[in-house]
C-alpha cells in the first residue's frame, strides 16, 4: 500500500529555534501534501495544503512566515516552525494523494515537537 | 467550510459486544466520507470510505458504516468487537473536487478482554 514516511518522529529543541519537518511519499507520486496539527485529545486541525511546484494555501489563522512550506519534488514537502516557542509544541502530521488514482489522503506517523 | 461531529468521545465496552460511532456532517454538496483508525502508537489508516453507489459501505476488520444522505450522517458500526480494535477512531469529510479533509473530535475506543 502507499506509504508516506514523516522524519523525525520526534524533536526537543530550546525555543527560538527552527525547526525541520520531512514529509515523504515512498511509492507514488503527490502533487499535494497536508500538514495537520493534532492536540491532544483533539481532532486533526488542517494547517495548510501543499502544492507541488507553488505556493502553500494556508488555512485562516495560520501563519505562513511561522510554518514555512515547501514542496520542491513529487515525493517531497517539508514543514519550518520557525522560531519555535512552547505554545508551538504538538503533534504534526502530513498525508498526500496519490496523484494517479483518486482515493483517501494516506497519513504519516507524525511528529511529536516539544520546545522547552 | 464543512465540518464534522462525533458524540460519546469515550466509548468502553467489552469484548463481542457491538459498536456504534456517530458521525455528522454539515455540508450542502456532494462529499466523500471516510473512517479513519488510529491504533496506539501508530499513524492513521483508512477504515474505509464512501465516495458514491451503495450507502453501506464495508471496510476492514470487520468494519461497515452507513451513509444516510437526508440525516448527514456516516455512522461506524462493527457487530462483535474485539480487544484489538482499542484505537482512536475519526471520521473525515470532504467535498468533492476539494481534498481538504475535515476531520471529526474522534472516539477514544477501549474494549476490555
Known amino acids: 500500500g502507499a506509504v508516506v514516511s514523516q522524519h523525525p518522529s520526534w524533536v526537543i529543541c530550546k525555543s527560538g529555534t527552527s525547526v525541520k519537518i520531512e514529509c515523504r511519499s515512498l511509492?507514488?507520486?503527490?502533487?499535494?501534501m497536508f500538514w495537520y496539527r493534532q492536540f491532544p485529545k483533539q481532532s486533526l486541525m488542517l494547517m495548510a495544503t501543499?502544492?507541488?511546484?507553488?505556493?502553500?494555501?494556508?488555512e485562516q489563522g495560520v501563519e505562513k512566515d511561522k510554518f514555512l512550506i515547501n514542496h520542491a519534488s513529487l515525493t517531497l514537502s517539508t514543514l519550518t516552525v520557525t522560531s519555535a516557542h512552547p505554545e508551538d509544541s504538538s503533534f504534526y502530521i502530513c498525508?498526500?494523494?496519490?496523484?494517479?488514482?483518486?482515493?483517501?489522503?494516506?497519513f504519516g506517523d507524525g511528529t511529536r515537537l516539544s520546545i522547552l | 467550510a464543512q465540518s464534522v461531529s462525533q458524540h460519546n468521545h469515550h466509548v468502553i465496552l467489552s469484548e463481542a459486544a457491538s459498536l456504534e460511532l456517530g458521525c455528522n456532517y454539515s455540508?450542502?454538496?456532494?462529499?466523500?466520507l471516510f473512517w479513519y483508525v488510529q491504533y496506539p502508537g501508530q499513524h492513521l489508516q483508512l477504515l474505509l470510505k464512501?465516495?458514491?453507489?451503495?450507502?453501506l459501505v464495508k471496510g476492514i476488520k470487520g468494519f461497515e458504516a452507513e451513509f444516510i444522505k437526508s440525516k448527514f450522517s456516516f455512522n461506524l458500526r462493527k457487530p462483535s468487537v474485539q480487544w484489538s480494535d482499542t484505537a482512536e477512531y475519526f471520521c473525515?469529510?470532504?467535498?468533492?473536487?476539494?481534498?481538504?479533509?475535515?476531520f471529526g473530535k474522534g472516539n477514544q475506543v477501549v474494549v476490555i478482554p
Open positions: 498525508s498526500a494523494n496519490d496523484r494517479l488514482v483518486e482515493g483517501p489522503q494516506h
Open positions: 511509492d507514488f507520486q503527490a502533487t499535494t
Open positions: 501543499s502544492n507541488e511546484g507553488s505556493k502553500a494555501t494556508y
Open positions: 455540508y450542502g454538496g456532494t462529499v466523500n
Open positions: 464512501y465516495f458514491s453507489g451503495d450507502p
Open positions: 473525515a469529510v470532504n467535498a468533492v473536487g476539494n481534498n481538504r479533509l475535515a
